[in-house]
C-alpha cells in the first residue's frame, strides 16, 4: 500500500500556525519575565526587611545604653550628697554641743543643700524612668489641674515650711486638661521645686494659669535669684537643641527642665523660660485643654 505523501500546508495555514507559535513563545517570556520580576521584588523587601531588624535593633541598643547611662550616673552622684549628710551629721553628734548658734547655723544650712541636691537627683532618676514608660504607654485622661497642682504643693509642704516660702495655686477650680496625669504631675513638682530651691528664705511661689488658643498656659513664677542672661541662653538653647542624656552628661544643668520639656513635647505643647536676676523666674509651658468645664 503507497504511503500518503504529507499535505502540504498552503499559505493561510502557514501564517496560522505561525501566529500560534509566536504567541506561545511570548506569553511563555512574558511569564518568565513576571516570576524574574516578583523574584525580584521579594529579594528586595527581603534586604529592606532585613535592613530595617538591624536598624531597630541598632536604636534598641542606643535606648538601653542610654538609660543605663542616666541610672548608672545619677546612682553614682547619690553617693555624693549621702556621704556628705552622714558626714555632717556624725561630726555634729560630736560637736554641736560645743558650737555657737552661726555655725551650727551654718552646718544645717549645708545639710538642707545637700539634702535638696540629693532631692533633685532623685526626682531626676524618677523621672527618667517615668520618661522611658511614657515613652511606652502615653495614657492622657481627663483631670482637674487645680486638684493636681494642690495634692503636689501639698507633698512639697516640707520644704516649704523650712524656706518659709509662700506658694500659691492660682489655678481656676473649673480648669479640665486632657494630658498624662503622671507627667503632669512630674512637671509641676520639677518646676515649682526649682522655684522653691532657687529662691529666697521667705520667698514667692506662684501657679497660674491662662488660656491661649486651644491651648492652656501654665505658669510657675517665683521671686528668687533669677538667672542671668547668659546662662539664660545657654540654658534656652540647650532645651531646644539637647537631648536628655547629653544636657546630664553636661554638668547636669538644666536636666530637670530637660525632662519637663520632653513630657510638655509628648502633649504637643512648648516650654518657655524667663528670668531676670535679682527679679525672678517665670517658666510657661502649654498642654491641650478639654471642651468643656466642670
Given at each position: 500500500m503507497r504511503a500518503e505523501t504529507p499535505r502540504k500546508l498552503n499559505q493561510t495555514e502557514k501564517t496560522r500556525n505561525e501566529v500560534i507559535l509566536q504567541f506561545l513563545n511570548n506569553d511563555s517570556k512574558q511569564e518568565k519575565k513576571s516570576v524574574e520580576s516578583k523574584f525580584r521584588e521579594l529579594v528586595m523587601e527581603n534586604i529592606q526587611l532585613r535592613q530595617q531588624i538591624?536598624?531597630?535593633a541598632f536604636k534598641t541598643n542606643e535606648i538601653l545604653n542610654h538609660n543605663h547611662k542616666i541610672v548608672s550616673i545619677i546612682a553614682h552622684d547619690l553617693r555624693s550628697p549621702y556621704n556628705t549628710l552622714l558626714g555632717t551629721l556624725d561630726f555634729l553628734r560630736k560637736n554641736s554641743a560645743s558650737m555657737n548658734q552661726e555655725v551650727l547655723g551654718s552646718y544645717i544650712d549645708l545639710i538642707i543643700n545637700t539634702s535638696n541636691n540629693a532631692l533633685e537627683l532623685l526626682d531626676s532618676l524618677l523621672s527618667w524612668t517615668t520618661l522611658n514608660k511614657s515613652s511606652k504607654k502615653f495614657n492622657p485622661t481627663l483631670f482637674n489641674l487645680q486638684h493636681l497642682v494642690t495634692g503636689v504643693l501639698q507633698n512639697l509642704k516640707p520644704i516649704t515650711e523650712i524656706k518659709e516660702m509662700n506658694v500659691v495655686n492660682k489655678?481656676?477650680?473649673?480648669?479640665v486638661v486632657i494630658a498624662d496625669q503622671n507627667m503632669l504631675t512630674t512637671i509641676i513638682r520639677?518646676?515649682?521645686?526649682?522655684?522653691?530651691?532657687y529662691n529666697h528664705q521667705g520667698g514667692k511661689v506662684v501657679?497660674?494659669?491662662n488660656f491661649n488658643d486651644d491651648q492652656l498656659e501654665v505658669e510657675v513664677t517665683d521671686n528668687g535669684k533669677g538667672i542671668d542672661a547668659e546662662l539664660l541662653d545657654m540654658l534656652t538653647d540647650k532645651l531646644n537643641t539637647e537631648s536628655v542624656t547629653a544636657c546630664y552628661a553636661d554638668t547636669k544643668k538644666g536636666l530637670g527642665l530637660m525632662f519637663c520639656k520632653e513630657f510638655v513635647g509628648m502633649h504637643g505643647g512648648d516650654m518657655q523660660i524667663e528670668s531676670k536676676v535679682n527679679?525672678?523666674?517665670t517658666v510657661r509651658f502649654s498642654i491641650p485643654t478639654a471642651d468643656y468645664f466642670i
Open positions: 538591624r536598624n531597630r489655678i481656676p477650680s473649673h480648669i520639677n518646676l515649682v521645686t526649682n522655684a522653691i530651691q501657679v497660674s494659669s527679679t525672678g523666674t
